[in-house]
């Protein structure tokens, strides 16, 4: 185990010795981020169900330059931009969040290798935080996953009196904490997770129907933002963009999100998903559908950002939960 | 009074009046409200009325797949009330198509009230076809509607600079801002433009200025304070604070409130030749 003080101290160690940390924090009142941590004062380790974005940010920036370019006379001038590899330590990441960094791998890594995501994530150790809360939007439990699930994680720490059990998963886990534990008779323990609140087979069923008619319904109050995306951990499609003048500039890869009205818009004008209820269909087909396909898991932890960062309350979960209520007779009639 | 909304809003249904009431609904009694559109007399009954109605509903009546479903009822409050004025000057809104039924509010959120509501003076909505409830007696309309502006402003520019730096480094162009904000209805919003492109699409700070200002500067004048953007902001930044310093500016110096009367000239698409600047003569 080890005792929060000297959890505190090792963070602020870290910090010390030029490793970038980052954590669950208040930046303002009542509202909780991971954010990078200028020291251990501001990492929350209790208190908190789930902040309000996830740690993908650090592996996958929501702006991130590639290349920059500089006109000089009839020459162009081309500048590589060299992908972080400074040494990061997550700490405090909830489990939820921690199984997405492993599903985030095989995407990053499916075909060519994602250098700008790839090195940020061989420098990073993950060390998971054990929920003893959850609220009505989590739902982990319904993904295979629960409030000490290992997925991605190096190392994990679980609430217990004076202090937390640690948990070392992998070689990185290992040496991040070696030394740093001391030995106790007592084990922590975690209280079961949310109860399961949908099956992803049955969801993957009834995503057969392709004009159910609920995403005409069901969608309307959804307003076409990219809370839901931008917040959801495992959501990662991106944008290329080219920013600058006509003496320089750079080619940069923006975070983008498939509700919103642009992301499929071609350049002859058309928009094959040009009203919101297909934007929601895709997503959804998308995490339950087409990425297990491919991938063979589903593309979502559980964690219920997208429910809780949306400004309808428009989650997956309600979404799923309504369109399984209407399984298995609906199917067919629909049509 | 929810008996009585619930009525009211299954009459119009059951006689034809409207297609449509867009009002509040609630799954689960401690989960949140969310807008819910009611299209069967019977689900009428699913309509709920409580401290948890924060949305704006009118943001709704500018939209294509809701307007394709007919003629619209919509629950406001009234800070809603003064947003439908706006969209109607602006010629966003067939007034006489929608039936506006105005909700006597005493205010949102529990158990604190949000922001805009402790500073409210639109308790009792305008305008509308029908109200339905009362004020309660214990609330009254405050007259200190700039508190947070003014106590912003007492900061150095210097500092309300760093102020709005290190909010706006946290946006990440989600546009949920824009998604709720019911006077953010262009078909085509500036931050759309790529051909070429207008403003930056990245979440950089110079992008994030860029959007954020610009936003608050297309609102200047027009923004009715309904603090939609700062609720829905997932990164918590509280842009209703631009928001109100422009209004602030509007009634200042032109003596412009929006949406507070139909009959008063948008002070943006108003000329005075009696205006103290002189190039406008």
């Known amino acids: 185990m080890i005792t929060q003080q000297a959890l505190r101290a090792l963070v602020d160690e870290w910090i010390g010795a030029g490793t970038k940390v980052a954590g669950p924090s208040y930046v303002k009142k009542d509202f909780c981020q991971y954010v990078p941590l200028a020291s251990s004062a501001e990492l929350l380790l209790e208190g908190f169900i789930h902040p309000r974005n996830s740690i993908k940010e650090f592996f996958f920036p929501r702006h991130e330059k590639i290349y920059e370019y500089a006109l000089k006379g009839h020459e162009v001038e081309l500048a590589d931009m060299s992908p972080a590899s400074t040494p990061q330590v997550i700490i405090a990441a909830r489990p939820c969040d921690t199984a997405a960094v492993a599903i985030l791998d095989a995407v990053f890594n499916w075909g060519d290798k994602d250098e700008f995501y790839t090195r940020r994530r061989d420098a990073a150790t993950i060390v998971a935080l054990a929920c003893v809360q959850h609220d009505s939007q989590c739902f982990c439990t319904s993904v295979g996953l629960g409030p000490d699930a290992e997925k991605g994680a190096d190392a994990m720490l679980l609430p217990m009196d004076g202090g937390f059990e640690v948990r070392c998963i992998t070689d990185k886990g290992r040496a991040l904490f070696a030394g740093r534990t001391q030995s106790s008779d007592k084990t922590a323990v975690i209280p079961e997770g949310p109860k399961v609140k949908m099956s992803p087979e049955q969801v993957r069923k009834a995503l057969e129907d392709y004009e159910n008619p609920l995403w005409k319904t069901a969608t309307l109050r959804c307003l076409s933002c990219g809370a839901c995306s931008f917040t959801c951990p495992t959501c990662h499609c991106f944008d290329i963009v080219d920013e600058g003048n006509a003496h320089g500039g750079c080619r940069a890869k923006n975070w983008d999100s498939c509700q919103l009205c642009m992301f499929t818009k071609h350049a002859s004008g058309h928009n094959p998903r040009n009203v919101q209820g297909q934007r929601q269909r895709q997503r959804t087909q998308h995490k339950f559908r087409i990425y297990p396909d491919k991938f063979g898991e589903v593309l979502c932890t559980g964690c219920g950002n997208c429910a809780r960062n949306c400004p309808v309350s428009l989650g997956v979960l309600g979404t799923l939960i309504e369109l399984c209520a209407e399984m298995p007779e609906s199917v067919g009639e629909s049509k | ?281």
Not at chain 2, 91 to 99: G, L, P
Not at chain 2, 139 to 154: G, I, L, N, P, T
């Open chain 2, 1 to 281: 009074m929810i008996e009585e909304l619930r009525q009211t809003c299954r009459k119009l249904l059951e006689d034809g009046t409207v297609n449509v009431v867009i009002a509040y609904g609630q799954s689960d009694p401690e989960g949140p409200v969310y807008p819910i559109f009611v299209t069967k007399p019977d689900d009428a009954e699913k309509i709920v009325w409580n401290k948890q109605c924060f949305a704006n509903l009118t943001t709704y009546l500018t939209r294509k797949e809701v307007k394709a479903l007919g003629r619209i009822a919509v629950l406001v409050k009234g800070c809603d009330a003064r947003s439908l004025v706006v969209l109607e000057q602006e010629s966003q809104v067939d007034r006489a198509m929608v039936h506006v039924i105005g909700l006597a509010c005493g205010g949102v959120g529990e158990p604190n009230p949000a922001g805009k509501c402790t500073v409210c003076e639109v308790h009792m909505p305008r305008g509308t076809d029908q109200i339905i409830g009362s004020v309660p007696e214990t609330v009254s309309d405050s007259q200190d509607r700039y508190a947070a502006v003014e106590e912003f402003m007492k900061k150095s520019p210097e500092e309300r600079l760093a102020f709005w730096k290190k909010e706006f480094e946290r946006c990440v162009r989600c546009y949920a801002c824009r998604g709720a904000c019911p006077l953010c209805y262009c078909n085509q919003c500036i931050v759309d433009k790529n051909r070429p492109v207008a403003i930056d699409t990245s979440a950089s700070l110079k992008g994030n200025f860029a959007w954020n200002i610009t936003r608050a500067f297309h609102l200047a004048g027009r923004c009715v304070g309904c603090g939609e953007c700062t609720r829905v902001c997932p990164a918590g930044i509280d842009l209703r604070l631009l928001n109100e310093s422009l209004a602030r500016s509007a009634e200042r110096n032109f003596n412009y409130r929006a949406g507070m009367d139909p009959e008063t000239p948008p002070v943006i698409g108003t000329y005075n030749a009696e205006d103290k600047e002189n190039f406008i003569r």
